[in-house]
Nanobody, 122 residues
């Protein structure tokens, strides 16, 4: 089992920034991929960004956040971050951290955090 705890959500004005964190504990592995998803009211959950855990890690972003969001990791702390800049009202959602074993893909994640609310006011 892997436990994930997100933090860093909150209320921010459009154009502002927030930094989310996700700490993993339990049976973590060197071949875990970690990612951020989000779910807005009335919408399906969508992939936002992901990062592989290997050296020379690769990243992936949904088009709507490219150039504004940056995903990064701290291997020593089993933690990933999502720096969110130039936030827009449409970024408002519950943001979830997720983990899977294997390659960086946009689906089929095994473990999920409880989520953190991000609200962007116009």
């Amino acid at each position: 089992q892997v436990q994930l705890v997100e933090s860093g959500g909150g209320l921010v004005q459009a154009g502002g920034s927030l930094r989310l964190s996700c700490a993993a504990s339990g049976r973590t592995s060197s071949d875990y991929t970690m990612a951020w998803f989000r779910q807005a009211p009335g919408k399906e959950r969508e992939f936002v960004a992901g990062i592989s855990w290997t050296a020379g890690s690769t990243t992936d972003y949904v088009d709507s956040v490219k150039g504004r969001f940056i995903i990064s990791r701290d291997n020593a702390k089993n933690t990933i971050f999502l720096q969110m800049n130039s936030l827009k009202p449409e970024d408002t959602a519950i943001y979830y951290c997720a983990v899977r074993t294997g390659a960086l893909v946009r689906a089929a994640y095994d473990y999920w955090g409880q989520g953190t609310q991000v609200t962007v006011s116009s």
